[in-house]
């Protein structure tokens, strides 16, 4: 089936405006192109952020296909694809228009790295494709570059640097020295602590900012040091966060001074260890030992990837299936029809028990405060973290109120 592009005007338009009736009529509804649905995972297999992201998200998409298989019964087949991105925008451009164009793959997932999700949700936005955000962290996603086929799915910098912000600010850590990785991610997470820092009676004394990816933080560390902060926040990923920790420990930095990482994953407790990432804050959108669904869904997932899922993963899964879910209801993979079915479906699964995706492209569901633990208070392998606090999704996401995104309708 040939697809042609429509402008973003009448996109929002088919999005948005349509009575229900028109819009989600099973008569005027495309049928599913060629009997088959195609989705592929652009993600980091080789690079910075491919432990948290990786062939990790590529075995949760397996998964979510295997379970809808298995609990839908589907009368059309499914085509899973994955590359590599390199972290790089160019190369996730033009895989995704060689897949849009030749390939006819119907939605992208993961996308790890703003700028190459930046640059795949412009593409997307060009072809009237499916992209959902699952790695990529900046919320300009679903503000000034939204588009009616761009879904931002398992957390953005908003929901990660203020959930942290607040529980280390109410804490006594009133001044803050930033740490920064140099591209659209790192800005946004500082810009988003900063904003709570401040708004809450704190102050920033200082920022440093690193290339990406980075390997020597010690100029950096020692400014810290020397600002005296009382918070060290580090607004970066991957491996830059892990490598900025451990050398923090090094200098005997997390002795005197609180780290505070603003996007962190449990692959990165695991590869510190206890001992260096004990007492730290991080915000969250999922946890493999949450309850019995998570600890059985993961349990899945280690005995294939021999270790536990981070929430890029889990978001994978969790986008995956609720697309699958919604292309069956909606009788069609038209990216406009199948986005409407999204809306109007709650996302419930292991990952998000009662998200709802919005207007904006957001998809909103609880996040989870949590504080690493000790050594000693650790009973079994994976056992990293204390749940400090659940924070429902209307309160961990930007307000629709305060959204950029100009199709969306306000609250």
Not at 55 to 67: F, P, R, T
Not at 76 to 88: E, G, P, T, Y
Not at 120 to 128: D, F, G, I, T
Not at 284 to 302: I, K, N, P, V
């Amino acid at each position: 089936m040939q697809r042609k592009p429509l402008t973003t005007a009448m996109a929002w338009a088919l999005a948005l405006a349509l009575p229900p009736a028109l819009a989600q009529g099973p008569a005027s509804a495309p049928a599913i192109s060629e009997n088959e649905v195609r989705i592929g995972v652009l993600t980091d297999l080789s690079g910075i952020y491919s432990d948290l992201s990786g062939s990790g998200s590529v075995l949760a998409a397996k998964m979510a296909v295997e379970d809808f298989k298995g609990s839908a019964k589907p009368s059309f087949a499914i085509r899973l694809v994955s590359s590599d991105h390199q972290n790089k925008p160019d190369v996730a451009s033009t895989k995704a228009r060689a897949w849009f164009d030749e390939d006819k793959v119907d939605m992208i997932v993961d996308l790890p790295a703003s700028s190459a999700s930046l640059a795949a949700v412009k593409l997307a936005k060009e072809k009237q494709r499916l992209v959902i955000v699952s790695s990529g962290a900046s919320t300009r996603i679903t503000n000034e570059d939204c588009t009616p086929t761009a879904l931002h799915w398992t957390y953005d910098t908003y929901a990660l640097a203020t959930g942290t912000a607040r529980a280390v600010l109410k804490r006594g850590g009133d001044s803050w020295y930033f740490i920064t990785a140099d591209y659209a991610g790192g800005r946004a997470l500082e810009k988003d602590a900063s904003e709570v820092v401040t708004a809450g009676g704190g102050k920033i004394v200082g920022r440093s900012t690193h290339p990406f990816p980075g390997s020597d933080f010690s100029s950096y560390l020692l400014a810290a040091q020397a600002s005296k902060a009382k918070v060290i926040a580090l607004a970066n990923a991957g491996n830059d966060t892990t490598n900025t920790i451990k050398q923090a420990a090094d200098f005997g930095i997390t002795r005197k001074q609180t780290m505070a990482a603003t996007l962190m994953f449990i692959t990165d407790v695991h590869s510190l260890g206890l001992d260096k990432a004990q007492g730290m804050f991080l915000t969250e959108g999922f946890y493999w030992d949450l309850d019995e669904q998570t600890r059985a869904w993961s349990r899945r997932f280690h005995a294939v990837q021999k270790r536990m899922p981070t929430m890029a993963q889990a978001g994978v899964y969790s986008a995956v299936l609720h697309y699958l879910k919604s292309v069956q209801a909606a009788g069609s993979d038209d990216s406009m029809t199948v986005v409407r079915k999204m809306r109007e479906l709650p996302v419930a699964d292991m990952f998000a028990r009662n998200g709802k995706l919005r207007e904006d492209g957001r998809m909103v569901h609880d996040m989870y405060l949590l504080q690493v633990k000790a050594p000693a208070e650790s009973k079994y392998p994976w056992d990293y973290y204390h749940v400090r606090q659940v924070i429902p999704g209307d309160q961990a996401f930007l307000p629709l109120a305060k959204s950029t995104c100009a199709g969306a309708r306000k609250e």
